[in-house]
């Protein structure tokens, strides 16, 4: 998840890239967000869920009032296609999508190639969805 993080950042210089954070023993993360869905009080999260072995992409709000407002307005403008998340408590994300089950980690260059491509097309969507311009 480090060297994913730094080639994101790197990689796309323009999208502010937080810190490492390790969940209760079931996932790892790290936001990644750009700065026209920030400006919202959203933010993007790169997600390794351990058990199951996949990473998603989930958008989430800076706090449970923002992520419960948006969890409304794509009730009522729809996804994408992504899955929406509910409104409960230990629910941090408002929508959230598969970016690689079963990641084959011994070829790490075209798993981080991926996840960034599949990363930056959810990002768009997201955007599009929202009625704005992406910034890049």
């Given amino acids: 998840m480090s060297n994913l993080r730094t080639y994101l950042e790197e990689k796309n210089p323009d999208y502010t890239t937080g810190a490492l954070y390790y969940g209760y023993m079931d996932m790892t993360y790290f936001a ?7 400006s919202r009080k959203l933010k993007i999260a790169v997600v390794y869920l351990h058990e199951p072995n996949s ?8 706090n ?28 941090d994300s408002i929508i959230e999508s598969t970016l690689s089950e079963q990641p084959d980690f011994d070829n790490p260059g075209e798993l981080m190639r991926q996840i960034e491509s599949k990363v930056i ?5 997201i955007v599009f969805i929202l009625g704005e311009q992406l910034e890049r």
């Fill in 64 to 91: 449970r009032k923002i992520q419960a407002e948006y969890i409304e307005l794509f009730s009522n403008k729809g996804t994408g296609g992504y899955k929406l998340s509910r409104v409960s408590p230990g629910v």
């Fill in 55 to 62: 990473f998603e992409v989930w958008l989430g709000g800076n």
């Fill in 121 to 125: 097309e959810c990002v768009e969507r």
């Fill in 32 to 38: 990644f967000t750009p700065s026209n869905l920030k």
